[in-house]
């Protein structure tokens, strides 16, 4: 039995098709990487895992069951852009999500639970690399500072699924090479099964198990509405997730992927 299985989902607005028979099995502790062209639908795969958006056809089930329609901590994001509140320290946009958990209408904890939630906080700061930042505001960081911010945030309720839409893609390269590190530490500290969304091709197999390729096999040019992308490409990288790089954070593919086209019925 797959950790998550997609079976035949079908993402479609109106008469407009983005995704079509999409059907994947994707085992407990990948990683995932996503690539494709503009407007494959690679956001909006992600959107229907992390259940903003409901797929017009299909199912999908975690470990056999139903996934929940709604996003639950079972599920952790992030965004390109920064998903933090300005008007929050560090510590503090790092608590809200325990907050929220705890005391739903006012987002406050009082005594002992708050005493817990911010050493709870602060040790996913550690892990970060924020711990000496806890104090400062959004405004006060660097973009790379805020995004390890907002990875503390996603993590912060233990999820199992961790989604990164883009995460990368605005920051200098020298602090995208170090987000690498800090990922793929913290994907294999956690036990995280990670499904990455990257325009960047190198990006996606620097850090994936993984690799599938969004895009239409169908055109019609009087229609272009008409078909969806599907998974054209799946490709399986042979490594395991304990396999680094002597310098301890990026790493290469073993032996060169083989490539597989539409082995399970996505075209």
């Known amino acids: 039995m797959a950790f998550l299985a997609l079976k035949n989902i ?18 407990e502790g990948a990683f995932v990487s996503i690539i494709g062209p ?20 299909g199912t999908i089930s975690l470990e056999g069951a139903p996934l929940p ?4 901590p079972d599920r952790g994001v992030v965004f390109q852009r920064y ?16 907050e929220f958990a705890a005391a739903p209408l006012t987002a406050r904890l009082f005594g002992s639970a708050r005493r817990a939630a911010q050493a709870e906080a602060e040790a996913m700061l550690e892990q970060v690399g924020l ?4 104090h400062l505001y959004p405004a006060q960081m660097s973009g790379g500072m805020q995004q390890r911010l907002a990875i503390a945030q996603a993590l912060i309720k233990r999820p199992r699924i961790l989604l990164l839409d883009e995460p990368f893609g605005a920051l200098d390269p020298g602090i995208r090479a170090d987000m690498h590190g800090l ?20 990006e996606a197999f620097t ?14 040019p009087h229609a272009p509405h008409r078909y969806g992308a599907g998974v054209v490409y799946d490709l399986a990288l042979t490594r395991k997730a304990g396999d680094l790089h002597p310098g301890g954070t990026a790493w290469e593919p073993d032996v ?10 996505n075209n």
């Open 69 to 72: 329609a709604e996003c639950g």
């Open 83 to 98: 998903s933090v509140f300005p008007h929050l320290t560090v510590l503090g946009n790092t608590m809200i999500g325990l």
């Open 256 to 265: 060169q992927p083989s490539i597989t086209i539409d082995t399970i019925g």
């Open 10 to 27: 079908w993402v479609e607005y109106g008469e407009k098709v983005v995704l079509e028979r999409i059907t994947l099995d994707i085992a």
């Open 38 to 57: 503009s407007g494959a639908g690679k956001s909006s795969l992600l959107r229907v895992i992390l259940g903003q958006e409901r797929p017009t056809r």
């Open 131 to 134: 711990a000496d930042s806890r």
């Open 207 to 220: 850090l994936g198990t993984r690799v599938l390729t969004l895009d239409k096999r169908r055109h019609d």
């Open 183 to 202: 990922i793929t530490r913290l994907w294999r500290e956690h036990g995280l099964t990670v499904i990455m969304v990257t325009h960047d091709i190198k």
